[in-house]
């Protein structure tokens, strides 16, 4: 078993940042990828980035150039920058194991216009 601890979510205006971190418990020693995952209302969930225990590094398109996800053994963190309104979603934090994925109670980003 893995337990997920995401915090840093909140309400910004466009063109503002935020840092989302999660903590991972448990387990640990069978985690391989971590990542970020988010869900628009209406929309399905998509990644935004994952990482590999080694580093390696996975962005989605559309955050590109202004998302930054970065690992500290089994912490992982999201420093999101010019956030856009686009970019309002649940964004959980998944945790992969051999067996299974583990995923975070998610925690909600709303960015204004």
């Known amino acids: 078993q893995v337990q997920l601890v995401e915090s840093g979510g909140g309400l910004v205006q466009a063109g503002e940042s935020l840092r989302l971190s999660c903590a991972a418990s448990?387990?640990?020693?069978?985690?391989?990828?971590m990542g970020w995952y988010r869900q628009a209302p209406g929309k399905q969930r998509e990644l935004v980035a994952d990482i590999t225990s080694g580093g390696t590094t996975n962005y989605a398109d559309s955050v590109k150039g202004r998302f930054t996800i970065s690992r500290d053994k089994n912490t992982i963190y999201l420093q999101m920058n010019n956030l856009k309104p686009e970019d309002t979603a649940v964004y959980s934090c998944?945790?992969?194991?051999?067996?299974?994925?583990?995923w975070g109670q998610g925690t909600q980003v709303t960015v204004s216009s």
């Open positions: 448990g387990m640990i020693f069978s985690i391989g990828v």
């Open positions: 998944m945790a992969r194991l051999p067996i299974k994925p583990y």
